[in-house]
């Protein structure tokens, strides 16, 4: 049903833990397959991903367009979730998805979009306000976060995202702004960014 794409440069650290987070879904049959679009990483995120079972699309351009790169290289699943490398998803996530898909489905809306609830795995109430802030945006004017990911129909894409998603729409967000698709749905299952490490 689904397919993850995940954009990585130099991702190994983060990657593991985003990866983890999707094998409840991939074990329950929902995730058919992973594509990571790198950007040219010198770590060891190839190994990583090949690890894991994820196909693999090197790109030579800085900003890949990774909408046309997903409908080309992945083909099992009927709708895409594309999520940055940085960001885990919450446990049980992939049944919320789904019942977004079924009633998509049932109103035969397969322009409709979502996005997960923004989250953010530092401390501190300003992290706590930022959070807030940006869901709020996002429920209400439909500006998002990169982190919060974007979940589209395969068919939804295959209409305008080659033509309307240009070179420069490297992050689920951008995405969203090039397809010009208005205010997403906003799951309430979280999209959450992993903590950098302190030094």
């Known amino acids: 049903m689904l397919s993850v794409i995940v954009t990585t440069l130099n991702s190994e650290q983060a990657l593991l833990h985003s990866f983890s ?11 058919r397959d992973v594509l990571v679009i790198d950007r040219g990483s010198t770590d060891a995120t190839r190994t990583l991903a090949d690890a894991a079972g994820a196909n693999w699309v090197s790109s030579a351009d800085a900003e890949p367009n990774i909408v046309e790169l ?8 009927e709708w895409l979730l594309f999520i940055r490398p940085d960001v885990m998803l919450e446990s049980g996530w992939h049944n919320e998805a789904m019942a977004f898909i ?5 109103a ?3 322009h409709q979009l979502a996005v997960l609830r923004y989250q953010s795995d530092d ?16 429920q209400t004017i439909g500006l ?11 068919a939804s894409l295959a209409r305008h995202g080659k033509r309307r998603a240009k070179l420069s729409a490297t992050t689920p ?9 208005g205010r997403p749905t906003t799951l309430r299952s979280a999209a959450i960014r992993i903590a950098s490490p302190q030094a």
Do not use: M, Y
């Not at 999707?22 to 329950?28: D, N, W």
């Not at 501190?124 to 807030?132: F, H, M, N, P, S």
């Not at 976060?145 to 395969?154: E, F, I, K, V």
């Open 21 to 31: 987070s999707l094998v409840p879904a991939t074990a329950e049959g929902i995730v």
């Open 70 to 77: 997903a409908l080309d290289h992945t083909h099992r699943g």
């Open 102 to 106: 079924e009633r998509c489905q049932r």
């Open 108 to 110: 035969g809306s397969d």
């Open 123 to 138: 401390f501190g109430l300003k992290v706590r306000a930022t959070e807030k802030l940006v869901n709020f945006a996002a």
């Open 144 to 154: 998002t976060h990169p982190c919060q990911g974007l979940l589209a129909s395969r």
């Open 173 to 181: 967000a951008q995405i969203l702004r090039a397809l010009r698709a």
